[in-house]
């Protein structure tokens, strides 16, 4: 018995033909065909979330041909179990077991009372067999070894405390170095099961980090508690309990779109960084232009930031690390004299390379810093280029606020 790993665009697909010697009768011909059984570990432990799928599968000479009809499939739950129902009887068929981004390998599959090893062959990628018409094989177990990244397993609840069941949500995570020295966030969607249930890969660096999760259904939003996991921890277990109710269709306000209303509501407020070389205060916003970002500015009692040499530049690519945002150089009074928010004259620049002191600024009047590698550029504020995707801006201060300023 032959099988040998191939790979397909969403990550590595493991095939192995379904096994069964039973002919279908003429009564039976219509009738279609169940699998059920559990997907387990090394150690015999459930593996949560990994695709089953089974799929019509002929090879002709050396040469393998995939069924391009329906693919069945289902996902194993939270005990490894899958069960797959109203598969046509096909002349031959196989199992794919699929794990995104995960590097998986069978082990073995026991069906039919007879357990199945991998092998290779240069041109089988499993053995061809035939299901009956009418048939149900269960407690099928199939063995992988898989490259499991650590999990957060969790649990959506509205705020009376019933579960989100079988639906839909919208998933979001950040994640800090524990020094400060870098961040990262994610976003994807999840499928609660019907007790609200669900599971989140992990990305784990080298180094311990911090990570925050939240979640968005229908508008409600929740988040848990920031944590930290360790390189090797499998698992965290997280309750996240929604801002409110369910609420019905008609009556649900409308509301930003929900993947910014979640990273709104998972950023923590803004505080206010000292830069130790100079002692000023500063501060990153959130903007919806540069106009918005001067307004706040001033509410603030503050400027846009002024970057006045190359230790400052390099100290805000530290802190704030690769974001994009708005800085206080400008030539909006006389063109190409450009000039800081707060009046300071401008004794450093760090333009990037195919600029030339601003390059054409006769409407590139304001500043972004490049979240790259810090270099800055001139743009046009209003619809369209790349002004309209800068949300964000640095405020400075002589010195941080007190409660008395």
Known sequence: ???????????????IAVLSTLASSPTEAQEDVSVSGRVVDESGDPVVGISIAIQPYKVIGNRRKEGIVEIWQRQTDLEGHFSITHIMPEESLRFIVQAEQQETQILSIEIGGLTLHPSSHPHFDGIQFSLAAGMEIED?????????RPQVRARVVFADGTPVPNTQIRTRILRWDLDGSGSGSSGSTAQTDAEGYFVENLRVDDEPQFYTLGVE?????????????????PQVHLLLTLNGNPVPLAERPIRQPASE???????????????????????????????DAMEQATAEKAYLVSINDKAENDWLQTIFARDRFWIGLND?????????HSGEPV????????????????IKDYVIRSGFNGRWEPVAPGVGGVAQFIKQAILERSEAPTEDN
């Open 261 to 291: 209303a979640l990273t709104a509501f998972l950023n923590p407020p803004a505080v206010w960084v000292v830069n130790p070389a100079n002692g000023h205060a500063y501060k990153k916003i959130y903007c919806d232009n540069i106009a």
């Open 217 to 233: 259904h229908h508008g409600l939003l929740a988040k848990a508690p920031p944590f930290i996991l360790h390189e090797g921890q």
């Open 1 to 15: 018995m032959n099988l040998q790993n191939f790979r397909q665009n969403l990550g590595f697909l493991i095939g």
């Open 347 to 362: 004794t450093y620049t760090n333009w990037r390379e195919h600029e030339q002191d601003g390059g054409n600024t006769e």
């Open 140 to 148: 099928t177990i199939i063995k992988v070894k898989t490259d499991i």
């Open 332 to 340: 909006v009074a006389e063109e190409g004299q450009w000039v800081w």
